[in-house]
Nanobody
Framework: QLQLVESGGGLVQPGGSLRLSCAAS????????LGWFRQAPGKEREGVLC????????NYADSVKGRFTISRDNAKNTMYLQMNSLKPEDTAVYYC????????????WGQGTQVTVSS
């Protein structure tokens, strides 16, 4: 069955770093644009970053600019979110997703992984 499996979430102190991974099983990510979303308690889910099939980056959250980086490794069928200089307001459940296009609807969702930034 088609799945996206996330890992790397956890508890980190403000100013720290975390690297999230999202691995596909049952299908190849080569043909998809790949996105990271997040949802804080009581808030709507928001897009963070998306990387196209060709490697073009779209940023949806100004608050993460210069701190978060999205990347993909098609050979490993995996994509990543590198998060640096983390702030308490980054605390959320983070979801990976596969799209046909970054501007289009999500085709497949990961299960979500909790990121908590606290001292």
């Amino acid at each position: 069955q088609l799945q996206l499996v996330e890992s790397g979430g956890g508890l980190v102190q403000p100013g720290g770093s975390l690297r999230l991974s999202c691995a596909a099983s049952g299908f190849t990510l080569d043909y998809y644009s790949l996105g990271w979303f997040r949802q804080a308690p009581g808030k709507e889910r928001e897009g963070v970053l998306c990387i196209s099939r060709s490697g073009s980056i779209t940023n949806y959250a100004d608050s993460v600019k210069g701190r978060f980086t999205i990347s993909r490794d098609n050979a490993k069928n995996t994509m990543y979110l590198q998060m640096n200089s983390l702030k308490p307001e980054d605390t959320a459940v983070y979801y990976c997703a596969a799209h046909s296009f970054c501007s289009g609807p999500v085709r497949y969702w990961g299960q979500g992984t909790q990121v908590t930034v606290s001292s």
